[in-house]
């Protein structure tokens, strides 16, 4: 059928009005929008200045617990839930408040309603409160998992840990970060196991969501005396899973360490097995990352085994282990090693020379002794500056010269040991 030149009127006023229809209607959603949001933070603000201080009196234990309860669920509407959450758990809780804080989400309901929403299930409560559009756009539901994987993490909710090691095969990555983070804080010991299982496929699988480092963080973050479940993947045949096993024990030693002024690995801390595996395998690992994480726990180890295998590594042909064998050294208990450590002032790399420098000054006088010899007597530029530096942060420098134009170049019979020779101090004349 021919379009006629009479019926152009008439397309274009139906376009028009479809037009101003459309505009209309977008306009007008947005000013309900508005609207509802302005009743929405009126709401919050009511309750928050009629029950905030409840719950804040309640949590800290100001008040009696039974008292401050009913007066929380006091409160009505569609968004109750929603409205005791934004109370008690929109701010971090001092570690002291936690157990009185997960007591009073459970007597509300609260983490029934959370493990709901981590599991995915969808309740017609939920759907009426003020997220709900979340929850009836399935892109969105997310966000109402991730959420409640949070919260669960936050109140230490240690009977959720089965429902949030699910989550880390969630569909979306998201969700399965929050929940990795929420089991380290609940910290539960059942679910470190499955932790590293987790943290074996990412490691394996390459195209996995999950990121590596948010499930190194999480297995970190568990006691040593968790260290035992470690033992599988420090066996493992593929190297990556050893090298990461190994980093997560040294973030473990490491943090108990910095606990304990004289913090040592004995049979009441670290299981003879994985005693038995740093000192004659992983040391000598073929993965030099490996290797390289392995010196700083062999540091700690009360076994005559360890101070060799520490020493072996300074010798190592990858200039990374050498250097972790060196910073690992810095304990006055290895004075003796002193030589070894030496040995480094004239490594190739500059990161080593340094890290040398800086465990010799660790031993004290002897080191500083040792340093002033090397200085003193090696033909070697770079290691000469290296050492100068190090001694100019510690302000040494002027004991350095005063030492070298006053006295001797030292030599193995007036070295040190030998009673006459004293750096800083001028030789008689």
Same mark, same amino acid.
């Given at each position: 059928m021919p379009f006629l030149i009479e019926h152009v009127t008439e397309v274009v006023f139906t376009i028009v009005v479809v037009v101003l229809l459309g505009t209309g209607t977008l306009i007008g959603m947005a000013i309900a929008r508005r609207q509802?949001?302005?009743?929405?933070?009126?709401?919050?603000?009511?309750? @928050?200045e009629r029950f905030g201080p409840v719950a804040t009196a309640l949590i800290s234990e100001r008040i009696e617990y039974q008292r401050g309860l009913e007066?929380?669920?006091s409160i009505s509407g569609v968004d109750r839930m929603h409205m005791l959450e934004q109370l008690l758990v929109s701010k971090p809780a001092p570690p002291d408040q936690i157990p009185i804080l997960r007591k009073a989400c459970q007597d509300l309901g609260l983490v029934k309603l959370w493990q709901q929403e981590v599991s995915g299930?969808?309740?017609p409560v939920a759907l009426m409160s003020p997220q709900g559009i979340l929850r009836r756009v399935s892109r969105l539901h997310f966000l109402v998992r991730a959420k409640a994987a949070e919260n669960l993490g936050i109140i230490r909710h240690k009977e959720s840990w089965p429902l949030l090691?699910?989550? !880390?095969d969630d569909s979306h990555a998201d969700v399965q970060t929050v929940a990795a983070r929420a089991l380290a804080a609940i910290g539960e010991p059942a679910s470190f196991p499955? !932790?590293?299982? @987790? !943290?074996?496929?990412?490691?394996?699988?390459?195209s996995d969501h999950l990121s590596l480092r948010t499930m190194k963080s999480a297995a970190v973050s568990f006691p040593l005396k968790q260290a035992d479940e470690l033992l599988p993947l420090l066996a493992a045949l593929n190297g990556r899973l050893r090298f990461q096993a190994v980093d997560i024990l040294r973030e473990m030693v490491e943090r108990e360490a910095a @606990?304990?002024?004289e913090f040592q690995l004995d049979r009441q801390n670290l299981s003879p097995e994985l005693t038995e595996l740093f000192v004659t395998k992983l040391c000598f690992d073929e993965n030099p990352d490996a290797r390289a994480r392995s010196a700083l726990t062999l540091s700690y180890l009360l076994d005559l085994r360890a101070t060799p295998a520490l020493v072996t590594l300074l010798e190592d042909p990858q200039w990374f282990v050498r250097l972790h064998a060196v910073r690992s050294l810095a304990k006055r208990k290895f004075l003796s090693q002193a030589?070894?450590?030496g040995k480094r002032l004239t490594d190739s790399q500059w990161m080593v020379r340094e890290a040398a420098a800086r465990t010799l000054m660790v031993f004290g006088r002897a080191g !500083?002794?040792?340093?002033?010899?090397h200085f003193l007597e090696t033909q070697d530029r770079y290691s000469r500056e290296q050492v100068a530096d190090e001694m100019q942060r510690a302000g040494l420098l002027p004991t350095l010269l005063f030492c070298s134009i006053w006295e001797p170049i030292p030599t193995p019979r007036s070295g040190p040991g030998s009673g006459n020779w004293q750096p800083g101090k001028p030789t008689s004349s």
């Amino acid at each position: 059928m021919p379009f006629l030149i009479e019926h152009v009127t008439e397309v274009v006023f139906t376009i028009v009005v479809v037009v101003l229809l459309g505009t209309g209607t977008l306009i007008g959603m947005a000013i309900a929008r508005r609207q509802r949001r302005e009743r929405y933070f009126q709401r919050i603000d009511q309750v @928050r200045e009629r029950f905030g201080p409840v719950a804040t009196a309640l949590i800290s234990e100001r008040i009696e617990y039974q008292r401050g309860l009913e007066a929380l669920k006091s409160i009505s509407g569609v968004d109750r839930m929603h409205m005791l959450e934004q109370l008690l758990v929109s701010k971090p809780a001092p570690p002291d408040q936690i157990p009185i804080l997960r007591k009073a989400c459970q007597d509300l309901g609260l983490v029934k309603l959370w493990q709901q929403e981590v599991s995915g299930q969808i309740t017609p409560v939920a759907l009426m409160s003020p997220q709900g559009i979340l929850r009836r756009v399935s892109r969105l539901h997310f966000l109402v998992r991730a959420k409640a994987a949070e919260n669960l993490g936050i109140i230490r909710h240690k009977e959720s840990w089965p429902l949030l090691v699910k989550a !880390l095969d969630d569909s979306h990555a998201d969700v399965q970060t929050v929940a990795a983070r929420a089991l380290a804080a609940i910290g539960e010991p059942a679910s470190f196991p499955m !932790l590293l299982n @987790r !943290l074996q496929r990412v490691v394996l699988d390459g195209s996995d969501h999950l990121s590596l480092r948010t499930m190194k963080s999480a297995a970190v973050s568990f006691p040593l005396k968790q260290a035992d479940e470690l033992l599988p993947l420090l066996a493992a045949l593929n190297g990556r899973l050893r090298f990461q096993a190994v980093d997560i024990l040294r973030e473990m030693v490491e943090r108990e360490a910095a @606990r304990e002024a004289e913090f040592q690995l004995d049979r009441q801390n670290l299981s003879p097995e994985l005693t038995e595996l740093f000192v004659t395998k992983l040391c000598f690992d073929e993965n030099p990352d490996a290797r390289a994480r392995s010196a700083l726990t062999l540091s700690y180890l009360l076994d005559l085994r360890a101070t060799p295998a520490l020493v072996t590594l300074l010798e190592d042909p990858q200039w990374f282990v050498r250097l972790h064998a060196v910073r690992s050294l810095a304990k006055r208990k290895f004075l003796s090693q002193a030589d070894a450590i030496g040995k480094r002032l004239t490594d190739s790399q500059w990161m080593v020379r340094e890290a040398a420098a800086r465990t010799l000054m660790v031993f004290g006088r002897a080191g !500083l002794d040792q340093l002033t010899r090397h200085f003193l007597e090696t033909q070697d530029r770079y290691s000469r500056e290296q050492v100068a530096d190090e001694m100019q942060r510690a302000g040494l420098l002027p004991t350095l010269l005063f030492c070298s134009i006053w006295e001797p170049i030292p030599t193995p019979r007036s070295g040190p040991g030998s009673g006459n020779w004293q750096p800083g101090k001028p030789t008689s004349s």
